[in-house]
C-alpha cells in the first residue's frame, strides 16, 4: 500500500511539473538578444535596427519606434503584415517577443 502511494504521490509532483511548465507562467520569457539578431538578418534591409547605424534609413529606425511606440503596439504592430515590402513577411508569436523585447532595450537606451 505505500508503495502504490508513493507511485501514486511521484506521478502527481510529475504532472503538477509537467502542467507548470507548459503554462504561460512557465515560458521562456522573450530573447532580446534572439530579437537582435531577427533584426539583423530580417529587418536591417529597410531599417536602421542598431544603435551603431546597421540597416538602411529606408523606413523608421528601431531607436525610433522605441520611442515612440509602446511594446504592446509594437507587437500588435508586427502581428499583423504591414508596409507594401513587408506583406507575406510574418513572424511567429516568439519571433515577435523577441523583437519586441530588443526594440524595449533601445527605448532604455534612448532615455539615459
Known sequence: MRALLAVLGGLGVLGVALWL????AGAVAPSADAGAELAARWCAACHVVA??????DAAPSFTSIA???SPDEIRAFLAKPHARPMRGFNLTSREIEDV???IATLHQKAER
Open 100 to 102: 519586441t523585447a530588443y
Open 51 to 56: 544603435p551603431s547605424g546597421a540597416g538602411t
Open 21 to 24: 511548465s507548459a503554462s504561460p
Open 67 to 69: 520611442n515612440q511606440r
